[in-house]
């Protein structure tokens, strides 16, 4: 199994443009989380999804952000418009119930 | 101004030697911790979990203690290596199933 991938490991966009972020999960693993991870803040749960609904968005920062997952292998965190302060590494996990997370290896936003 | 970011507690440890990395947290609720360490430019990797109907579990060169009374968590690392020079986030369930909530982390240095 190749784990959690993640797509783009970097990107960097001007303000006021779209990001989508992309994560695949590990096959037969049920649920999804998307974390934010900064100097300031350490890392923040944004997200979680299980068996593909969405069960606790209280960490998304504003309706800028969105995550969707279309399939049980496949989830996408979307930000719109972006802005300096979404900079930060982005990271994606999935796991089975009651059993660690596997992260992915993140993707390091920049928005200037 | 200037951002000032999470303060990190840190600890030197000489190699070989062993090292233990606490961790105070706050829910009594909580029955699920884990433990996960990350490395520069990567993602977080587990570790070891440990629930709370025990006190004590062990792994490769590592053991996690539970003390539920004071509530506190700890990680040992026995004989302690050059690559495990890393940040160490603890982690705990909060009683919400798999949602997890990470601790600010403690940047381990293995001093050759």
């Known amino acids: 199994d190749a784990g959690v991938i993640q797509s783009p490991r970097h990107e960097v966009t001007e303000m006021g443009q779209e990001v989508t972020l992309r994560c695949k999960l590990i096959?037969?693993?049920?649920?999804l989380f998307w974390y934010r991870q900064t100097m300031m803040r350490g890392l923040e749960l944004l997200i979680y999804f299980n068996n593909n609904v969405p069960i606790d968005d209280s960490g998304m920062p504003e309706d800028r952000f969105s995550a969707k997952m279309p399939n049980a292998s496949f989830s996408t965190l979307k930000i719109q418009p972006s802005e300096p302060r979404d900079s930060a590494v982005y990271f994606c996990?999935?796991?089975?119930?009651?059993?660690?997370?596997?992260f992915g290896s993140g993707t390091r936003l920049t928005v200037v | 101004g200037e951002n000032v970011g999470l303060h990190l507690p840190t600890l030197s440890v000489q190699e070989g030697d062993n090292s233990i990395i606490n961790c105070a947290y706050s829910n009594s609720a909580s029955d699920y911790f884990i433990w996960y360490k990350q490395e520069s430019g990567k993602g977080p990797q587990f570790i070891i979990d440990i629930r709370s109907n025990m006190d004590k579990r062990q792994g490769q060169r590592v053991t996690v203690l539970l003390n539920k009374t004071v509530k506190h968590l700890s990680l040992q690392i026995a004989a302690t290596q050059p690559g495990d020079s890393a940040v160490y986030f603890c982690a705990e369930n909060r009683g919400r199933g798999e949602k997890l909530t990470f601790g600010t982390g403690t940047r381990l240095t293995i001093i050759p």
């Open positions: 096959s037969g693993h049920n649920s």
């Open positions: 996990a999935s796991g089975a119930h009651n059993y660690g997370y596997t």
